[in-house]
């Protein structure tokens, strides 16, 4: 058997041209430490404030504290399969939720992802989890009384219906 030098330039060139030239570059940290649903993790340098990461095992979690040598991260699920020295990425996403009607009567997780079985959900619209809440006059007043159906509670402490504070007494 002669090994033919033409053969071996074909096939190089062969394999140059089917080359995926695709990369994808993504940012990926350590896990330090973790416990009671928070890990730290360094090496995510250029993570924001809510921004999702995920661990291994398809574990989400949320950048929270940012802090100069390392990142304070929500685990959102148990932590009990991460472990130091774990391998987390970045997602470049900030954590949002779907709103709208098609979200009224359904169950949801803390990301809004359904866990009732009825399929996704029908929203085209989405907002941050972490946004600021109007302030008082901005919401709508206590325009009813709210019954608890117990005469002790509702005679001594007054209790409103709305979006304002309701203080009295």
Avoid: C
Wanted: glycine share 12%; aromatic share 2%.
């Amino acid at each position: 058997m002669k090994i033919r030098a033409e053969e071996i330039s074909n096939i190089i060139q062969q394999q140059v041209e089917n080359f995926d030239k695709k990369a994808i570059k993504s940012e990926v940290g350590t896990v330090l430490e973790v416990g009671d649903g928070i890990a730290r993790v360094y090496g995510l340098d250029n993570v924001q404030a809510g921004e999702l990461v995920e661990f291994p095992g398809n574990i989400t979690g949320m950048a929270l504290n940012l802090e100069e040598d390392n990142v304070g991260v929500v685990i959102f699920g148990s932590d009990r399969t991460i472990k130091e020295g774990d391998e987390v990425k970045r997602t470049e996403r900030i954590a949002e939720i779907p709103v709208g009607e098609g979200l009224l009567g359904r169950v949801v997780d803390p990301l809004g992802v359904p866990i009732d079985g009825k399929g996704p959900i029908a929203s085209t619209e989405t907002r941050l989890i972490e946004t600021i809440a109007p302030g008082i006059v901005d919401r709508k007043s206590v325009h009813e009384p709210m019954q608890t159906g117990l005469k002790a509670i509702d005679s001594m402490v007054p209790i409103g219906r709305g979006q304002r504070e309701l203080i009295i007494g």
